[in-house]
Nanobody, 125 residues
């Protein structure tokens, strides 16, 4: 099993940047593919970005492509989400998730077994 703790969310102005971090417990972190999802009030949880176990395969939602970058450090058991050019519509609770069944980046939330508690990102206009 793995436990996930997100950090880095806060209030930021539109056009600004934030870096979210997810710290994972457990000795098998490198065998998990990882993802970031977000959920805005009244909306369903949506995929944001995913990264394969080794970090070679990256996937992004169209809405964040060219603005967000996912990365991981298997030595430190962390996965980060660098968010640039933030927009008010990026406002949401952001969740880190881990998938032990596939080493490749996947986009559907049902594939992920482990979730963090979320970190709030608010982008003001």
């Amino acid at each position: 099993q793995v436990q996930l703790v997100e950090s880095g969310g806060r209030l930021v102005q539109a056009g600004g940047s934030l870096r979210l971090s997810c710290a994972a417990s457990g000795r098998t972190f490198s065998s998990y593919s990882m993802g970031w999802f977000r959920q805005a009030p009244g909306k369903e949880r949506e995929f944001v970005a995913g990264i394969s176990w080794g970090g070679a395969v990256l996937r992004y939602a169209d809405s964040v492509k060219d603005r967000f970058t996912i990365s991981r450090d298997n030595a430190k058991n962390t996965v980060d989400l660098q968010m640039n050019s933030l927009k008010p519509e990026d406002t949401a609770t952001y969740y880190c998730a881990a998938n032990s069944r596939s080493r490749w980046a996947v986009t559907t939330s049902i594939e992920y077994e482990y979730w963090g508690q979320g970190t709030q990102v608010t982008v003001s206009s």
